[in-house]
C-alpha cells in the first residue's frame, strides 16, 4: 500500500502541545486506517440477487453449498439494489433490459462494485451480433473484474470474486471516489432509452451530427 | 374420446399409433377444393388462402380431431416476393404427425386472419410474427410488439433487414476465413456499439418518454360497477424480481390482493437466437441450442441434431442412440430438480430443499463434464453421432460403475428423501393444491406442453405419440395428473423423475454391449450440405415440446429458415388464465409450477 503524494502530511496541521510531543506518533492515517476499512469492506460484499441468462445458474450455482460463497463473506445475496454492494452481470445484456440494469446501478449505494461474468457480458459473447444485444456491460458501466467463460465455472466466479477482494485490498480511503469533497462520488449513469434503437444519451451530440450528414448529403 | 381412452396406465406397454395426417389431409381436401399440395420438393403440407384459413383450420379441430396447434412459424419468401405463415397441428387423442398448413401473402401487405380467438395457443406466437416478420394477424385481441419494444423500427426477421453489426449474408464470414483474420465490429460501427439508427433520425426528446410508458401501466384504476366503489391498482414484477425465474415481467392488476388482469411481457433476454441461427452454418448452431433453454441443453441438441439429421437424411449408430437416450433422461432430472427447487423455493420453502436436490444435480454435471468437456453447454451431439464416446473415468471412478450407483443408490434415495420431507407436507399442500387450475381443454387450447398439459390429466408426451429415436424400445409410464393445480405439476415432475431413472436402467445394459462401437456415422464433418427441403422435428424437453422448423435449399450450408417452438414461451400463455382469481402471493407459484427458462422464453 502506498501513502498518496496528494494527501497534506498531518503533522502540519495539528498543533501539538509541547509536553506530549515526544509521547505521540502520528503518521500517515490511511495507512492505519485503510488496512482496517479494507479488511471489513472486502469480507462482506454483498451481491445483488440479479440474474441475466445462463451465466446466472452458474452464479446460483457458486452461491450453492458446494461451491460455498460463504467462505468469502459473499453469501448475502440481496434482493434489493439498495442493500448490495457488488452488481454480477451474469449473462447477455440486451438493449430492451440495459435501461433496467443501469436503473438497478443507480440505485446501489457507494461504494459500489460490477462484476461482468461470462461472454456475454464482457463483449457481447456468441450473440454479440444480434439486433437486440448489447455488445458487452462496460459500453454503460465501469466494470471492476471481468470473469471470461461461456459459462463461466463456479471456480472461475470465485476466482473473480477473490480478484475483487484484492482489488478492494489495494483501496485508499484517500482515493476512492466516493470520498472525496469535490465530486459526487462515482458518476450517475445516464439511463439509455430506447428509440427505434438503443440510444445512450451520452451520444446524442454525436446522434444530431451524423443525422446532419446525411441530411445535408441528400440535399446536396 | 373418453377419458379412460385417452390415460395410459400405469405398466401399459409402450403404444405406437399409427399415423393419421394423410387421412385428415385427404379429407381436408375433399371439402375444401381450393386448398393445394405444397409442392416445392421435399416440402409437405398444403397451401391455404388466407381467406379459407379459419374455416379450414376450424373444420381440422372440430371435426378432423386435430385439435392441438403446436407452432406457429413466420417464413420470409424473399425470392418470391411472399411471406408464409407455418402452422402444425396435430391430434392429441391420435397421437403420430401434424397437419401443416400454410398461407402465403404478399409481402408487401401481408394481413393473416388470427386464429387466437379459436386457439388462444396462438396468440403469443402470432405476436411473435408480427413483431419479427411485420405479418399483421386480423382479429388478434392484443397485436402488439411482444420481443422488441414498440419504437423498435424495422422488422428484423425480414430477410433484407440488418443488424448494426451485419457483415455478410451467411457464415463463414470472408473476414475471418480462411485467414482467419479478426475484426472488431465496434470499430466499423460509427457509434462505437451494437446501434443503428434511420437515416437522420434525430432524437426529438419523446422517445425519453418510453421509460414513463414502461411503468405507466403502473397506474390506478376506477372501478366502474355500481355500489361499493374500490380501486385496483396495477403493479409492476420484474424484470428485475427475485422470484420471476430471470428478467421476465409481470404486469398485475389487482383488486385488493386478488388479481383481475395479468399481462406478461417478455423480450428482455431476446438474442436473436433465429437471426443469427439463419446466418450460421448449420453445425455452428448446435452450441446455441445449449443456450436455449440452458438447464437441458443435452436436450435442446437431441432436437436439432434430429432435425438436421432429417435434412441429411442420416442416422446415428445404435451407441449414439443409446448414449443419447441416456443425456436426455438425465437432462430431465437435472431440470426437474431445479424446477423442483424453484417451486419450493418459491412457495415460501427457502432453500433447504433446494440445495438438496443440487447435491444431485451436481453429481450429473460432473458426469456431463467428463463426457462433454462442460458442465452446462454441453455441445454434445452431432449430426449423426456424438463429439464424443462415455468417458473412462467420472470423479475417479469407471464411468459405468458411477452411473449405475447413481441410477441405483444416489438418486433413489435422495428423491426418497425429498419426498418424505414435501410431498405430504402440509404446508407444501395448502400452497399448491388447488391453486393455478388449469382445466384440461384450455390446456389444449393454450398449447401447454409436458408437465402443465400432463398435470391437467391430458396424456401426451411426445415419447410416446410420435416417438423418435429408440424411445418406442423402452418401457415406460407417461406421468399423468388430473387435478390440473399447482401440487400436480409437482407430482407430475416428481413422476418423471422416476421414470427417466427407470429409462436409464434400461439404458445401461446396452451401453455395456456396444462398448468400443463407432459413436458416429460417417466421419466427422464441419461444413455439413444438407438434401434440402423442410423438416419439423419435436422432442419431449423436460418443459415440454420443443420442436426445430428447419427449411434449407439443396446442397446449402446454412438454413433459410430456423426456428424453435419453445415450450416456456408458448406455455406462458396460460399464465393469465391459472391466475386470475387467485392470490397475488400466488403468482409466483404458479409462475414457478409452469418451469420457465427465459432463454426459450426469449431465445
Ligand atoms: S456468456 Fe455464455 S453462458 Fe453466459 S450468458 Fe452468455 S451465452 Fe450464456
Known sequence: MTADASIPALESDIAIPDDVKDNVFITNISKLLDPVYNWSRRNSVWPMVFGLACCAIEMICTASSRYDLARFGMEVFRATPRQSDLMIVSGTVTKKMVPTIIRLYNQMPEPRYVLSMGACANGGGPFKEGYNVVDGIDKFLPVDVYVPGCPPTPQALIHGLISLQEKIDQQSLATVPWYRKNGIGTEIVPIPVLGPDLVDIRQLDLIRAEAKKVTEAEAA | ?603
Open chain 2, 1 to 603: 374420446m373418453s377419458e379412460t381412452e385417452m390415460v395410459m396406465e400405469a405398466g401399459d406397454a409402450p403404444v405406437v399409433y399409427a399415423s393419421p395426417p394423410e387421412e385428415a389431409l385427404a379429407d381436408l381436401k375433399e371439402r375444401f377444393p381450393d386448398i393445394r399440395d405444397d409442392d416445392r420438393p421435399d416440402y409437405s403440407g398444403v397451401i391455404v388462402e388466407a381467406d379459407q384459413l379459419l374455416a379450414v383450420a376450424m373444420a381440422l379441430r372440430e371435426e378432423l380431431g386435430f385439435n392441438y396447434l403446436s407452432s406457429v412459424t413466420g417464413v420470409d419468401l424473399i425470392k418470391d416476393n411472399k411471406l408464409e405463415v407455418v402452422y402444425h397441428v396435430y391430434s392429441i387423442e391420435k397421437g403420430g404427425g401434424p397437419v401443416v398448413l400454410k398461407v402465403q401473402i404478399d409481402r408487401d401487405n401481408p394481413v393473416v386472419p388470427s386464429l387466437t380467438p379459436y386457439w388462444p395457443g396462438a396468440d403469443f406466437q402470432e405476436r411473435e410474427i408480427w413483431d419479427l416478420f411485420g405479418i399483421k394477424f386480423d382479429g388478434h385481441p392484443d397485436l402488439r410488439r411482444i420481443l422488441m419494444w414498440e419504437e423498435f423500427q424495422g422488422f428484423p426477421m425480414r430477410k433484407d433487414w440488418r443488424e448494426a453489426f451485419y457483415e455478410e449474408d451467411n457464415k463463414p464470414f470472408g473476414s475471418r476465413w480462411p485467414g482467419g483474420d479478426v475484426i472488431r465490429a465496434e470499430e466499423l460501427n460509427r457509434y462505437g456499439k451494437n446501434v443503428t439508427y434511420p437515416d437522420g433520425w434525430i432524437p426529438t426528446g419523446e422517445e425519453y418518454e418510453v421509460e414513463t410508458d414502461m411503468y405507466g401501466e403502473v397506474a390506478v384504476q376506477r372501478d366502474e360497477t355500481p355500489g361499493l366503489k374500490t380501486d385496483k391498482v396495477t403493479v409492476n414484477m420484474g424484470p428485475q424480481h427475485p422470484s420471476t425465474h430471470g428478467v421476465f415481467r409481470m404486469v398485475v392488476t389487482l383488486d385488493g390482493e386478488t388479481i383481475v388482469a395479468l399481462k406478461p411481457v417478455m423480450g428482455y433476454l431476446h438474442r436473436n437466437h433465429e437471426k443469427i441461427g439463419e446466418r450460421n452454418t448449420f453445425i455452428q448452431n448446435i452450441p446455441y441450442t445449449d443456450r436455449l433453454d440452458y438447464l437441458s441443453s443435452m436436450s435442446n441438441n437431441h432436437g436439432y441434431v434430429l432435425a438436421v439429421e432429417k435434412l441429411l437424411d442420416i442416422e446415428p449408430p445404435e451407441r449414439a442412440e443409446w448414449i443419447r437416450i441416456l443425456m436426455v433422461e438425465l437432462t430431465r432430472i437435472v431440470n426437474h430438480a431445479w424446477a423442483l427447487g424453484f417451486l419450493l423455493n418459491d412457495i415460501g420453502a427457502l432453500q433447504t430443499p433446494m440445495l438438496y436436490l443440487y447435491i444431485e444435480r451436481e453429481l450429473i454435471l460432473d458426469f456431463f463434464e467428463a463426457a462433454a468437456g462442460s458442465r452446462m453447454m454441453c455441445n454434445y451431439m452431432r449430426f449423426g453421432g456424438l463429439a464424443f464416446d462415455l468417458p473412462e473415468r467420472v470423479r475417479e471412478q469407471p464411468t459405468m460403475a458411477y452411473l449405475n450407483e447413481l441410477v441405483y443408490e444416489r438418486l433413489p434415495t435422495a428423491m426418497a428423501e425429498f419426498e418424505r420431507l414435501i410431498t405430504g407436507n402440509e404446508i407444501a399442500k395448502a400452497r399448491m393444491q388447488g391453486v393455478g387450475y388449469l382445466s384440461a381443454e384450455d390446456a389444449i387450447a393454450y398449447s401447454a406442453a409436458g408437465p402443465l398439459l400432463r398435470a391437467s390429466g391430458v396424456a401426451y408426451d411426445v415419447r410416446r405419440a410420435q416417438p423418435y429415436s429408440y424411445y418406442d424400445q423402452l418401457d415406460f409410464n407417461v406421468a399423468v395428473r388430473y387435478n390440473g393445480d399447482i401440487y400436480d405439476r409437482y407430482l407430475v415432475r416428481v413422476d418423471e423423475i422416476y421414470e427417466s431413472i427407470k429409462i436409464i436402467k434400461q439404458v445401461l445394459p446396452h451401453l455395456e454391449a456396444t462398448e468400443g462401437q463407432p459413436i458416429m456415422t460417417g466421419k466427422p464433418q464441419y461444413a455439413v450440405r444438407v438434401n434440402g427441403g423442410e423438416v419439423y422435428s419435436r422432442v419431449e424437453n423436460p418443459k415440454g415440446e420443443l420442436g426445430y422448423y428447419v427449411t434449407a435449399q439443396r446442397r446449402a450450408s446454412n438454413p433459410d429458415r430456423y426456428h424453435i417452438r419453445a415450450p416456456s414461451f408458448i406455455n406462458l400463455t396460460a399464465m393469465e388464465k391459472m391466475s386470475i382469481g387467485h392470490k397475488v402471493a400466488d403468482l409466483v407459484a404458479i409462475l414457478g409450477s409452469i418451469d420457465i427458462v427465459l432463454g426459450e422464453v426469449d431465445r
